[in-house]
């Protein structure tokens, strides 16, 4: 086992735009292709509008120097406060979307990076778009429009 572990090089750092738009979007489109279970939520699924709204108010809260997260006051230390709020946003499109895939890879992203086994970069939103932000989140909602429109006819 020790061989095969020396052999193989596993990655210690994931850049944001790495963990936060290139693989979960890769993983929905494997899990898409697969045609692999969906969570079985209902309507219960539009409860992941709380952890994305969760992760916004987070970003926005801790970014005011007057508030009690950048005094120090949250459980969350302060260089991984934009990873949280990434993992938030990330689990609860998970459940909005039922992605029984997108869920265990924020979930095990979560606990890897909690162990100390992976480092992950802090998104920022310079290099995160790379200046190309409204361009991007045009493409982006065009491509869940498109989504949408092959869910409904399967």
């Known amino acids: 086992?020790?061989?095969?572990?020396?052999?193989?090089?596993?990655?210690?750092?994931?850049?944001a735009r790495l963990w936060l738009i290139t693989l979960p979007s890769a993983l929905l489109s494997f899990e898409k292709r697969?045609?692999?279970?969906?969570?079985?939520?209902?309507?219960?699924r539009f409860l992941g509008a709380l952890p994305v709204l969760g992760a916004?108010?987070?970003?926005?809260?801790s970014r005011d120097e007057t508030t009690p997260l950048r005094r120090g006051k949250c459980p969350v230390p302060p260089e991984d406060r934009g990873v949280f709020a990434g993992l938030m946003a990330?689990?609860?499109?998970?459940?909005?979307?039922?992605?029984?895939?997108?869920?265990?890879?924020?979930?095990g992203l979560g606990l890897a990076h909690r162990k100390g086994v992976l480092e992950i970069e802090e998104p920022q939103p310079e290099?995160?778009?790379?200046?190309?932000?409204?361009?991007?989140?045009?493409?982006?909602?065009?491509?869940?429009?498109?989504?949408?429109?092959?869910?409904?006819?399967h």
């Not at 020790?2 to 850049?15: A, E, T, V």
């Not at 697969?34 to 969570?39: D, E, G, M």
């Open 127 to 153: 290099t995160l778009l790379d200046g190309k932000g409204p361009r991007i989140l045009n493409e982006a909602i065009a491509r869940f429009a498109e989504y949408r429109r092959e869910e409904a006819k």
């Open 90 to 107: 990330l689990s609860g499109v998970a459940l909005i979307l039922r992605s029984s895939v997108l869920a265990l890879y924020s979930l």
């Open 34 to 44: 697969q045609r692999l279970p969906r969570l079985p939520l209902g309507r219960w």
């Open 56 to 61: 916004i108010a987070c970003v926005v809260y």
């Open 1 to 15: 086992m020790d061989n095969i572990s020396k052999r193989m090089r596993r990655p210690r750092h994931l850049s």
